[in-house]
C-alpha cells in the first residue's frame, strides 16, 4: 500500500471467529500490514489480539479453547432465549431482570478477556483499534477507537461488545447496561472508514456478505467463508482446526487472483 491507511474489519460470530485466526496467519505470511483494526463482539477480541501482534499467543488461545473458557451454568428452559429477546426488542427499559441476566454465567468469559488482553499493549500498539457496544436502555450504538475507551476500561468495552444478549448477560460499566455490537453493526466497515481507512480488508463470517454494498469496491478485499463455518458456539476442535484452515486458505485464494 503506498498511500492512506489500511483496516482489517472483523466480523462478530462466536466460535466461527475461528476463521479470522486463519485470514491473520495468511496475512503474516504475505506481509500484508495494517495500521487499523476494527471488531465487533469476537470480532473485538481477534483485533485485540491483532493490534496487540501476538499470533502465536492468539493461534494457542483457539486451538486450545473450550466451552468452560467462557460459560457455565446454562440455563434450558424451553423458549427462554426466544422470549427474553422479544420483551427486549419491545420495550425501551429493563423490566426483568432476566434480561440482565442472560441465559449463562458468563465469569469465565470475563476471566478470559482479563488474562488474554493487555490493554497496554493495545494503547500502545501503532495500530489503531476500534469497536463496537450498544447501551441496552435505549439501544444507542457507540463505535468506539481506543483513544475514545476511557483508561482501565478497554476489556469492559470489550466484555460489553461480546455480550451476546440474551444468551450472556448484559454488561454493567460505570452504571449503564451495555449489549453485543451485532446489534448495530456486526461488521464495523464504517467504524474503519471513520478512523482514517483508504483500504480494506474485511472478514466477513457468514457466506452472504452483511455489507454487500462494499463487496465490490476497487479499495476492498472482501472475504466471506468459502464454506458454512457452523454455529456460534461449536466448540468442537476439529471444527475450529478446519475453521482456520479455511480463513488461511480463502485469503491466499483472494490475494492470488487479484483480489476479485
Known amino acids: 500500500?503506498?498511500?492512506?491507511?489500511r483496516a482489517v474489519v472483523l466480523s462478530g460470530?462466536?466460535?466461527k471467529g475461528a476463521y479470522e485466526i486463519g485470514v491473520w496467519r495468511a496475512l503474516r505470511e504475505l506481509s500484508v500490514d495494517y495500521q487499523i483494526v476494527t471488531g465487533t463482539s469476537i470480532g473485538s477480541i481477534n483485533g485485540a489480539m491483532m493490534a496487540m501482534g501476538d499470533y502465536e499467543k492468539a493461534y494457542q488461545v483457539w486451538n486450545h479453547m473450550v466451552m468452560e473458557d467462557l460459560m457455565q451454568n446454562p440455563r434450558r428452559?424451553?423458549?427462554f432465549f426466544r422470549s427474553a429477546a422479544e420483551a427486549f426488542l419491545q420495550t425501551n427499559k429493563i423490566r426483568r431482570k432476566k434480561l440482565i441476566d442472560g441465559a449463562v454465567d458468563n465469569s469465565p468469559f470475563r476471566d478470559f478477556v482479563e488474562?488474554?488482553?493487555?490493554?497496554?499493549?493495545?494503547r500502545a500498539s501503532e495500530v489503531d483499534y476500534g469497536l463496537v457496544t450498544v447501551r441496552a436502555r435505549d439501544r444507542k450504538p457507540f463505535a468506539l477507537k481506543k483513544s475514545e475507551i476511557p483508561q482501565g476500561l478497554l476489556k469492559e468495552y470489550i466484555i460489553?461488545?461480546?455480550?451476546v444478549f440474551p444468551v450472556f448477560p448484559m454488561h454493567q460499566i460505570r452504571g449503564e447496561y451495555y449489549i453485543d455490537g451485532m446489534y448495530y453493526d456486526n461488521l464495523p466497515i464504517k467504524l474503519a472508514v471513520s478512523m482514517g481507512a483508504s483500504e480494506l480488508i474485511v472478514v466477513d463470517l457468514h457466506q452472504k456478505p452483511q455489507h454487500a454494498e462494499y463487496a465490490g469496491a476497487a479499495n476492498v478485499l472482501y472475504l466471506t467463508p468459502s464454506e458454512d463455518l457452523g454455529g456460534i458456539l461449536q466448540f468442537d476442535h476439529e471444527k475450529i482446526e478446519s475453521n482456520m484452515e479455511m480463513g488461511y486458505q480463502d485469503t491466499i485464494r483472494k490475494f492470488s487472483i487479484g483480489r476479485t
Open 115 to 122: 488474562d488474554h488482553i493487555d490493554e497496554e499493549k493495545v
Open 13 to 15: 460470530g462466536g466460535t
Open 1 to 5: 500500500m503506498k498511500n492512506g491507511k
Open 160 to 163: 460489553a461488545s461480546s455480550s
Open 77 to 79: 428452559e424451553k423458549g
